[in-house]
């Protein structure tokens, strides 16, 4: 399983991931999934992975060499395409390639096994910061003022949080603060889901990468927002009304 | 989909299922999944039911019909088995033999179709309360003070705060409120879990059932508490320290 969490603020784009990958509970490792491109003061882009690791390696490893200057290829490519939308659609069409071409003539059962998700984020010179979530039907959809974040993996019980305080206008800083809590509980709950974090924020209209960090095992914040926010929730719990059987 | 909690504490156990069914997202009904049985100064024992409600309809209606006095049958019942050790065994071979009668000659797929997991939680007089998870298979386990809730149905949005806030020491007002902040981020995320809620608070050697609430949509407390816990994760969320890029 996986943890990945793309948010769209009004000063731009947050991207975490965990890096967890496993076959069974007794075969794990660390893999990185979140991936980035970037044409200096024109693009920015991040791609964020969740599924079957062949795939997605298989994914990366197309879309990067694709990335290469090719005089004799028409394909475009992440850092050539001229939109965020045409971005997504070449990623869209590279997944469901992969599927299509692993699982082979085993037809929709190979294709579940073979299957991966995205959230794809970044900006382009001249339009907005956009995001998308990539379904391995290669189809996508937009992040909205409605929705304004996509997670995937292991969604759920990082999600009420997330739902709760996420709010466009925050800060870079309180929205780094509320991925950890999000991470935090479903690395509580879900094995298949650890540290190191992958973190990248990106600012509107830089057009760079932004600061992109690893948050290891030890990290202190992390830690102390994992001890204080189970006190933090005893004590909010404490404070809502009693409830009273004579009611 | 579902959701229903039992709760072990030091004082007794603690019961909260919803009542929402669905055959997809326009064919949904109100059914209650609690179910109660009593013999006055003997025994209190309470059953909640997850999964297909074929299934779920059938194992009651059979537990019920077992629990009639039958002079000429040797099978014992609710009422009469010795202990919740037993009774547990008898719900679980019920909903096994049921299982496997819906899905006939069809295999392994349709068990899956036809699957259903249950909560048991009573106490017979002679020995201390007890609570079980009952699998479609027949087989149980029981809470022990390293778990001592079980939850079935929808059961990841609801159990961040459940392992933070659950203490065995509780009282039975805080446990209700506990549920009801765990319901809420449930109903809050998944369609298919809603209001009204059945509650059963059982009082450790009473041996009688004991308070018996549905808890209405329109019920004050539960709307106090849905509002409230959101106003108290965002304090929680933001007495949290800041995170700063510099560190």
């Given at each position: 399983m996986t943890y990945c969490v793309g948010l769209k603020l009004n000063s731009g784009l947050v991207f975490m991931s965990d890096t967890r990958?496993?076959?069974g509970v007794d075969n794990i490792s660390t893999f990185r999934k979140m991936f980035t491109w970037e044409a200096a003061g024109e693009r920015s882009v991040t791609l964020m992975t969740a599924g079957n690791l062949a795939t997605t390696?298989?994914?990366?490893?197309?879309l990067n060499e694709r990335a290469k200057p090719a005089e004799d290829r028409g394909n475009p490519s992440i850092i050539e395409a001229p939109s965020m939308f045409q971005v997504a659609k070449?990623?869209?069409?590279?997944?469901?390639?992969?599927?299509?071409?692993?699982?082979?003539?085993?037809?929709?059962?190979?294709?579940?096994?073979?299957?991966?998700?995205?959230?794809?984020g970044g900006?382009?010179?001249?339009?907005?910061?956009?995001?998308?979530?990539?379904y391995p039907e290669g189809n996508f959809i937009?992040?909205?003022d409605d929705t304004p974040f996509f997670q995937i993996g292991e969604?759920?019980?990082?999600?009420?949080?997330?739902?709760?305080?996420y709010d466009p206008a925050m800060s870079f800083e309180d929205a780094v603060k509320l991925l950890m809590v999000s991470f935090d509980s479903t690395?509580?709950?879900?094995?298949?889901?650890?540290?190191?974090?992958?973190?990248?924020?990106?600012?509107?209209?830089?057009l760079h990468l932004g600061t992109m960090t690893r948050i290891e095992r030890d990290d202190p914040y992390?830690?102390?927002?994992?001890?204080?926010?189970?006190?933090?929730?005893?004590?909010?719990?404490?404070?809502?009304?009693?409830?009273?059987?004579?009611?």
């Open positions: 990958t496993n076959a390696q298989a994914v990366i490893s197309l070449l990623v869209g069409e590279t997944l469901r390639e992969v599927i299509k071409t692993q699982s082979g003539q085993d037809g929709p059962e190979a294709e579940a096994t073979f299957s991966a998700t995205m959230i794809l900006q382009i010179k001249g339009a907005p910061p956009r995001l998308f979530l990539i937009e992040a909205s969604t759920k019980y990082g999600r009420p949080i997330l739902v709760r305080a690395i509580k709950a879900n094995l298949s889901v650890n540290l190191p974090l992958d973190l990248h924020v990106y600012t509107a209209d830089s992390f830690n102390t927002i994992s001890t204080g926010w189970g006190d933090a929730l005893k004590d909010a719990f404490n404070r809502l009304p009693a409830y009273s059987f004579t009611t």
